[in-house]
């Protein structure tokens, strides 16, 4: 099933002319739904993803936009979303979103932040955001799981399995750098998708940050003269993974080729079977040398989360490891 989905991606992809420059969050997957976003500029529509007025980045740590994306407007909806869940997120490039990403260097990091009771009339400007992951350099050291993104893949994270019902800003974000060897050159493409969170769990984030307020234009991560360098290594921008970060996360085939071209509104799983199977792991905590550092809780978190977060990288190796295997295994076929 997946091969065929990620074919036929592929087959649709080849046809459509390429369109230039930048993208945005085309579709979600939330316990089981597919919901489309709105094309940047367009109405709102009904769908948890929070529209933005153009698919050009966000430039500048100090930028107001950095806190979801340019102009973002509220969502109508929060998707019921199930602690531990996995959430799918699938970018695409062009005004339409009829081509791929188009960018291949940088990290996809994924910020929550408590709306309380609901985040439809909640800005985002003051809330107080945790990173509960963050994808960079391949485990080889060379290339990006960006460029996975630019090829159609699709980005799965978990949500935390202990985190306190309740609504969240998911803000996912992807910075390009390309441009990023002069200061203020890197692109920022958050993304906020509302969700209310079920559950008994009571779990809530040691220490929160704001966007803006998260970054420095002269960040490591940010201002990146040497990105194209052999043996070089990424260093996250922002705060250390969350004490509440769940494991698994990762790459992912494509959300199913009926989800792109829907410019509005929410689209009920039309591929159940593609979705599920698309949603196997890729997380990428142990074994690259960027994310081992950066995906140990901060010095401050106690032994416990240490202890959970070693036992969850442990797990989520072997599941990449599979998920390489067939991913070779499609890139050939295709
Ligand atoms: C949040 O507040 C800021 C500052 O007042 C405003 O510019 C922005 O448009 C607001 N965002 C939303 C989503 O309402
Ligand atoms: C979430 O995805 C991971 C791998 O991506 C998988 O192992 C796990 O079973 C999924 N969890 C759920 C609840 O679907
Ligand atoms: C990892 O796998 C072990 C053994 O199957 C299991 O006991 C443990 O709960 C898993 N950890 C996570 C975070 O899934
Ligand atoms: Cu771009």
Redesign the pocket.
């Known amino acids: 099933m997946t091969r065929l989905y990620y074919s036929l991606f592929f087959a649709l992809a080849a046809v459509l002319p390429s369109v230039s420059a930048h993208g945005y969050v085309g579709s979600v997957s939330i316990g089981g739904t597919v919901y489309a976003g709105s094309m940047p500029g367009h109405d709102q529509g009904t769908s948890p993803i929070r529209t933005v007025s153009t698919i050009s980045p966000v430039k500048g740590a100090t930028n107001p936009d950095l806190n979801c994306g340019m102009d973002a407007q509220l969502a109508g909806i929060d998707a019921p979303a199930a602690p531990g869940s996995n959430i799918t997120i699938q970018w695409v490039g062009g005004a339409t979103g009829d081509s791929k990403w188009p960018h291949n260097t940088g990290p996809l990091m994924t910020y929550m932040a408590s709306c309380d009771d609901s985040c439809t009339s909640f800005n985002g400007s003051s809330a107080g955001f945790f990173k509960v992951d963050q994808l960079g350099q391949l485990p080889s050291g060379s290339g990006w799981y960006q460029a996975d993104i630019s090829q159609g893949d699709s980005y799965t994270f978990t949500l935390p399995a202990d985190i306190a019902p309740g609504a969240y800003l998911i803000r996912h974000e992807i910075i390009s750098l390309q441009l990023a060897n002069s200061e203020g050159g890197a692109e920022f493409y958050p993304a906020c998708i509302q969700v209310k969170i079920s559950g008994s769990g009571t779990g809530t984030p040691q220490s929160t940050v704001t966007f803006p307020g998260a970054y420095s234009d002269t960040d490591a991560g940010i201002l990146t003269p040497n990105v194209y360098n052999p043996g070089f290594v990424y260093d996250f921008p922002g705060p250390a993974i969350s004490n509440l970060a769940?494991?698994a996360q990762g790459i992912s085939p494509a959300l199913g080729a009926g989800t792109f071209a829907s410019g509005t509104g929410s689209t009920p799983a039309a591929t159940p079977s593609g979705t599920a199977s698309a949603t196997f792991a890729d997380p990428s905590a142990s074994s690259t040398p960027s994310l081992t550092s950066s995906a140990v809780p901060s010095a401050s978190s106690n032994a416990a989360s240490c202890k959970?977060r070693a036992?969850?990288s442990?797990?989520s190796t072997v599941n990449r490891r599979s998920h390489n295997r067939m991913m070779r295994r499609m890139r050939h076929s295709s």
């Open positions: 769940a494991s959970l036992s969850a442990a797990n």
